[in-house]
Nanobody
Framework: QVQLVESGGGLVQPGGSLRLSCAAS????????MGWYRQAPGKQRELVAY???????NYGDSVKGRVTISRDNAKNTVYLQMNSLKPDDTAVYYC???????????????WGPGTLVTVSS
């Protein structure tokens, strides 16, 4: 069984910063890619940032220049540093991971339960 545990969400004032973390645990052979998506009320889920085991990264247009994604492969953990936050960044942030499992070598896509980020004064 594989589990994603997210942390770091909360309330922040406009212009402030937050750091989200997502740790994958379980029978993981390879952590192919990990990243963050977000969904605001009444809107579709959208990409925030993604990083692969080869350290390539991809950022959503709405957050480019304000967020940085990084990963610790040894800990199967991904971090999202968000700066200059705006009220429009208010959303539930979901961690997503693409993993290969030990033993079966099965490819698995896993989503975390989400963590709420609220940007408000």
């Amino acid at each position: 069984q594989v589990q994603l545990v997210e942390s770091g969400g909360g309330l922040v004032q406009p212009g402030g910063s937050l750091r989200l973390s997502c740790a994958a645990s379980g029978n993981i052979l390879d952590n192919v890619a990990m990243g963050w998506y977000r969904q605001a009320p009444g809107k579709q889920r959208e990409l925030v940032a993604y990083t692969t085991s080869g350290s390539s990264t991809n950022y959503g247009d709405s957050v480019k220049g304000r967020v940085t994604i990084s990963r610790d492969n040894a800990k199967n953990t991904v971090y999202l540093q968000m700066n200059s936050l705006k009220p429009d960044d208010t959303a539930v942030y979901y961690c997503r991971a693409e993993l290969v499992l030990t033993g079966t070598y099965r490819y698995l896509e896993v989503w975390g339960p989400g963590t709420l980020v609220t940007v408000s004064s």
